[in-house]
C-alpha cells in the first residue's frame, strides 16, 4: 500500500537501487507492511533537465546528497510509529547508501482504503457490498 | 481539476499518450469531470536514471508494464463513484495501451476546493466573497 | 516545510530556476515560511520521454509554457492566505519566468505535523514527549 516517491540528485542505479531498499525495509520493519508491498517511483535527477533545490531549515545542514522521500499511505498510523519510520530510514539509508542522516527528507500524506486500487480494476483495501439474496 | 500523474516502465510517447487518454477518458465517464480538465504529468521511466519498483502485494503478479497512476482530486467522490472509476481505467488502459489489468495501480489523494488556482492567481473552485455595498 | 513539485515543458535550468525561485519566494511572503525552508523537485519535461497535458478548462486558455505547481504543507493555512499565495506565485512567475498567469495551475495538498522529517530521521514539527524524572 504505500505508494513511494524517491527523488535524489546525481543518483547512479545503484544508489537509486539502494535508497528504496533502504525506505522499504523500514516500512516493513516499522509499520509492519508486507514485504511485497512495495511500489515506488525512483528519480535521480541530473541538476540540469530536473533538479532539486534545498535550504538549511531548523538548523540541518544539507547538500547535494539530499533525498525527498515521500510516502502516500493509508490514515491510521500513530505518531510513534511514524517517528520510528522516520529513524529507521534515516539508519537505512546511511547503511545501503552512505546517505547522511540529516539529508534524508520525509513527508507523509494520507488517504483512505477506498482510495486505492492495487490492480484488476478493483478497490482491494474497500471492497463494495455484495447483494445478499433473500428468503 | 483532477490532477494526475502517470509514471510507467520503458513507455515511449504514443504508450504515454494512451495511457494518459485511458485516465482522463475513465474520469470523464464516471466522475462527470469536464473534457477540458485535463491536467496531467506523464513519465516514462527508463529504468537507469530513473525507474519503479513493484512486488506481487495481494497475489496480483506485476510486472514491466506497471503503471503507476496518482491521482489528485477534491473531497466528496463516493466510494461507488471511485469503484467505477478504478474499473474503467483498467479497462481503457487495456483498450488503448494494451496495459493488462493486473498492472494497474491507482491511489486518490483528495483536498479541498480552496486547495486549487486553475490559472490567473485565482482560487476558481473557492472564489472570495465579495464585499456588497449597503445602501 | 512546503515540499513543492514544479513540473513545466521545455524548461532549461535558467527557466527551472526562475520558477523555483517565484513558487519560493510567493510562499515567504504570503505565508510567512522561513527563507531557508526551501524543498523543491523542479522537472523539465521534453514533450517526448516524459510529457505534461492540459485543457482550456473554466474558459481559461493554456499553452505549452504551462506550469504545475504542487505543493504539500501542513494544515491550518486560512482561505484568504491561499488566495494570497495563489495570486503571488502568479505575478513572480510573469516577473521572474515570463509565465503568463493563466498558465500557472496550482494545487495544494495538506497534511499534519507528524507527517514531515526534516532530516536526522526526527520529527521535528511533532517532537516526542520526552519522559519527566518525578521525585
Not at 528519480?43 to 544539507?62: E, K, M, N, P, Q
Not at 498510523?77 to 522516520?86: G, I, N, S, T
Amino acid at each position: 500500500m504505500p505508494f513511494v516517491r524517491i527523488d535524489a540528485l546525481y543518483a547512479d542505479p545503484a544508489r537509486l537501487d539502494a535508497l528504496g531498499r533502504a525506505v522499504h525495509d523500514a516500512l516493513v520493519e516499522t509499520i509492519g507492511i508486507p514485504d511485497d508491498d512495495r511500489f515506488q517511483v525512483l528519480v535521480g535527477h541530473d541538476g540540469a533537465r530536473s533538479t532539486l533545490r534545498y535550504g538549511d531549515h531548523l538548523g540541518v545542514h544539507r547538500d547535494e546528497g539530499i533525498v525527498f522521500v515521500a510516502i502516500t499511505m493509508r490514515s491510521g498510523r500513530q505518531p510513534e510509529l511514524k517517528r520510528a519510520l522516520y529513524r529507521r530510514i534515516a539508519e537505512l539509508a546511511r547503511a545501503y547508501a552512505g546517505t547522511e542522516p540529516r539529508n534524508v527528507f520525509v513527508t507523509v500524506t494520507e488517504n483512505e482504503s477506498v482510495d486505492w486500487s492495487l490492480g484488476d480494476g478493483l478497490a482491494q483495501y474497500a471492497p463494495s457490498a455484495e447483494p445478499v439474496a433473500e428468503g
